[in-house]
């Protein structure tokens, strides 16, 4: 299946999202069961969203600090648990270290642990879960531009 997103703001006219852009899909049956508004259009391979006119955000609130300063992560939140993987630190290394963590049902990130990590350092990558797996695609170690695509089971616990 093809996905194209198309940016409209302001105005201006429609383009094609390009650089470090990030969708979070779930899945076919969230659709299926409702959660489809109307806004996916198969015929026209791509998902449209008006100005959203009602609601608001509730007051932001701090939670548990990652257990490194990150730069440039990826993070997906699959089954009741939040990861965070690769990314840069502060001396500016590529990092292969991926951390896990519970979400609370009062919104809040419970204790982070360290899982399985990445087969090498990586940042500016793109993640996504499917099915039981964590896949993380692209990125750099600061001296080459991956093109890979890894995966990892995660098990029950949350642990990849």
Not at 49 to 55: C, D
Not at 86 to 113: K, M, R
């Amino acid at each position: 299946m093809k996905l194209t997103v198309m940016v409209c703001a302001l105005g201006l006219s429609a383009s094609v999202a390009a650089a470090q852009q990030s969708v979070t899909l779930t899945s076919t049956p969230d659709f299926q069961r409702g959660n489809n508004e109307g806004l996916i259009s198969p015929a026209l391979d791509r998902l449209t969203r008006e100005r959203i006119s009602a609601g608001t955000v509730g007051a932001w609130s701090a939670s548990t600090v990652l257990p490194s300063v990150l730069w440039f992560f990826s993070s997906v939140a699959h089954n009741g648990f939040i990861y965070a993987m690769g990314g840069i630190v502060t001396n500016f290394n590529a990092y292969s270290d991926v951390f896990v963590a519970p979400l609370n049902a009062d919104g809040t990130v419970g204790a982070w642990i360290s899982t399985t990590a990445l087969p090498a350092g990586d940042y500016l990558h793109a993640s996504a879960v499917h099915d039981g797996f964590i896949y993380t695609m692209g990125g750099s170690d600061d001296t080459v531009l991956f093109g890979d695509v890894v995966s990892a089971p995660i098990n029950a616990d949350g642990t990849g």
